[in-house]
């Protein structure tokens, strides 16, 4: 991408949705020296399973992100309730505000306006709000989305997605979700690769594309 973006934004409605939409796009803009922030939201804690730590998805978020590469001063997390999002809009959109103001984002990375989960769908509105001045590209969470325009492409080599692999294997404690797999990775890198003409890739829907 010859560093098109120099600090770059990922939010992601829960712990594991900026790694599962935007994996392999991290691992590149690290390795192509991309600062990356990544902001979590929600770490479901009301969600774990009875028998694992109340707080074991803060220790995976951890882990993944780092294995792609990102700071662990960039990693901000926030512990709103898990599918209560919409109830806490304006106190997200403050601290999607505060973010904004004491960085200067050249890309965000976040949900698609068409997801239909709750959570998803309020970061994406409110980080189009907060965001007004910035490139804004929707990540795919196919599962969530009834419909998706694949309007950009990111390019992945071999390597990102493997690395967006092994970062999701740091969430054990959501290993039973079939889009969590290695063959649903790579199945849906390959496909969105040969889109156009690639051997991997990650699509985005373009919110708004700002040219300086």
């Not at 973010?99 to 068409?114: A, E, G, H, T, Y």
């Not at 694949?150 to 997605?161: A, N, P």
Request: proline share 2%; with cysteine; glycine share 4%.
């Amino acid at each position: 991408m010859n560093r098109l973006f120099n600090n770059v934004l990922v939010l992601s409605p829960h712990t594991d949705d900026g790694e599962l939409g935007a994996g392999g796009a991290i691992s590149k803009l690290v390795e192509e020296g991309s600062v990356v922030s990544y902001a979590a939201f929600s770490t479901a804690e009301e969600s774990v399973p009875d028998h694992l730590p109340r707080d074991i998805l803060k220790t995976e978020v951890k882990a993944a992100t780092a294995l792609l590469g990102i700071d662990s001063e960039n990693l901000i997390l926030y512990d709103y309730p898990v599918r209560k999002l919409n109830y806490y809009r304006q106190e997200i959109l403050e601290s999607l505000i505060e973010l904004r103001n004491i960085n200067q984002f050249d890309l965000v990375l976040m949900p698609s306006l068409k997801d239909i989960h709750q959570d998803h769908k309020t970061i994406a509105e409110e980080g189009l709000r907060a965001f007004k001045e910035t490139t804004i590209l929707s990540y795919e969470l196919m599962w969530n989305n009834l419909s998706f325009d694949t309007t950009s492409f990111i390019k992945l080599r071999e390597r990102d997605v493997q690395r967006k692999v092994e970062a999701l294997a740091c969430y054990e404690s959501q290993a039973h979700r079939g889009y969590m797999s290695k063959e649903f990775i790579y199945s849906l890198a390959r496909s969105r690769g040969t889109q156009i003409g690639a051997d991997y890739a990650e699509s985005f829907e373009v919110l708004r594309w700002v040219i300086n």
